[in-house]
C-alpha cells in the first residue's frame, strides 16, 4: 500500500511519522535525533523526493493527487487525552510546515525559504 511504501522510505531515510490525517501525513525529524540540524533536514528532503518518485505515481493512477511541504524550525510535543492518547506536535514550525504544504502546487514540493536556506 501507500501508506507502507511511505514507511519503508520513512526508515530509510531516518524521519518519523507524527500522524495520519485523512490524505495528510506528518513527517519529521529532529526528535531525539543526533544528526545535525541540516542532516536532519537532508533527510526529509531526501525522503520526500523518494516518495515523490517512487510512490506517488501509484497514487496518480488511482486518481489520487499530492502536495509535499518541507519546513524547519522549533516545535513541542504533548500527548493528549486520557483513554486513547495521542502524540502531536504544535508550534509556528508546524503551522509553517502546514501552510507550506497547502500552498504547494498539486503533485510537487515546496520547500520554505527557511529550509531552503539551511539546505
Known amino acids: 500500500s501507500i501508506v507502507q511504501a ?8 531516518e524521519v ?13 525529524s529532529g526528535i531525539d535525533d543526533p544528526r545535525t ?5 537532508t533527510g526529509v528532503v531526501d ?5 515523490r518518485a ?17 519546513h524547519s524550525g522549533p516545535c513541542f ?4 487525552g486520557g483513554n486513547g492518547a495521542i502524540f502531536d506536535l504544535f508550534g509556528d514550525t508546524v503551522n509553517t510546515a502546514s ?10 514540493i515546496q520547500v520554505s525559504s527557511v529550509a531552503n536556506g539551511l539546505i
Open 37 to 41: 540540524r541540516q542532516e536532519q533536514l
Open 99 to 108: 501552510r507550506t504544504c497547502s500552498t504547494a502546487a498539486v503533485d510537487s
Open 77 to 80: 510535543g504533548a500527548v493528549i
Open 47 to 51: 525522503a520526500a523526493i523518494m516518495i
Open 6 to 13: 511511505i514507511e519503508r522510505i520513512m526508515v530509510r531515510f
Open 54 to 70: 517512487c510512490v506517488f505515481p501509484h497514487a496518480n493512477v488511482a486518481g489520487l493527487t499530492y502536495h509535499i511541504g518541507v
Open 16 to 28: 518519523m511519522k507524527v500522524k495520519t490525517n485523512g490524505s495528510t501525513v506528518m513527517l519529521v
